[in-house]
Nanobody, 126 residues
Framework: QVQLVESGGGSVQAGGSLRLSCVASGYSYSTYYMGWFRQAPGKEREGVVV???????TYADSVKGRFTISQDNAKKTLYLEMNSLKPEETAMYYCAATEVRLGRLVRLRAEAYKYWGQGTQVTVSS
């Protein structure tokens, strides 16, 4: 059974930083697309950044230069380093994964991902 467990959320002031973690289990970590999505109240879930076993990494334009995705294959853990956070980035952040190779145009679409974590809340105050 695939499980994704996120941690690291919290409350920060605008301009601050947070590091999220996602531990994967029951999953073939070596063949994947994995990434981070977020959903604010009343809004659709949106892709933040995803990385693939084909070596691709796709960032949403809104986070380029501020967010960085990384991974520790030995620990089967995915990370999201978030810097210069903005109040409008307050949301529940989710880790997601799929075993399907995704084209560039769909990599940041939530519907393309089969496995999801429970989410971790990030609150950015002004």
């Amino acid at each position: 059974q695939v499980q994704l467990v996120e941690s690291g959320g919290g409350s920060v002031q605008a301009g601050g930083s947070l590091r999220l973690s996602c531990v994967a289990s029951g999953y073939s970590y070596s063949t994947y697309y994995m990434g981070w999505f977020r959903q604010a109240p009343g809004k659709e879930r949106e892709g933040v950044v995803v990385t693939g076993s084909d070596g691709t990494t796709t960032y949403a334009d809104s986070v380029k230069g501020r967010f960085t995705i990384s991974q520790d294959n030995a620990k089967k853990t995915l990370y999201l380093e978030m810097n210069s956070l903005k109040p409008e980035e307050t949301a529940m952040y989710y880790c997601a994964a799929t075993e399907v190779r995704l084209g560039r145009l769909v990599r940041l679409r939530a519907e393309a991902y089969k496995y999801w974590g429970q989410g971790t809340q990030v609150t950015v105050s002004s």
